[in-house]
């Protein structure tokens, strides 16, 4: 995964551990005149909405210890390969560096 791509998907994980389904809740209560307020709405934690023929609602929202367990599981595997040195750029700094004291012997 690179730097950018790994930087949204921790942007997005952070969002979700502290966002609130308040928002989703109040989607459910909201008449056709107050859909202008849709937009200001975060639903990020909603996962699922459900309407059935009588009229219930059924709303499924994103598992937040999942959420968090993947967050810790990534930074944690960024920790790792920072300590290792892995990746490309790693092994270009070393190369570079080794390179570079060949050329003072």
């Not at 979700?16 to 975060?42: C, F, H, I, T, W």
Request: aromatic fraction near 4%; charge should be negative; hydrophobic fraction near 40%.
């Amino acid at each position: 995964m690179n730097k950018k791509r790994s930087a949204y998907a921790d942007k997005l994980l952070e969002k979700l551990a502290v966002s609130s389904p308040n928002d989703a809740v109040k989607l459910l209560y909201l008449d056709r005149e107050d859909m202008s307020v849709l937009d200001g709405l975060d639903l990020s934690m909603l996962s699922e909405i459900k309407r059935g023929p009588k009229g219930e609602v059924e709303l499924k929202f994103v598992n937040k210890l999942a959420v968090l367990r993947e967050l810790i599981e990534l930074k944690n595997a960024r920790n790792e390969s920072e300590v290792r040195g892995d990746g490309f750029y790693a092994a270009l700094d070393k190369s570079a560096k080794l390179l570079g004291t060949e050329d003072d012997e």
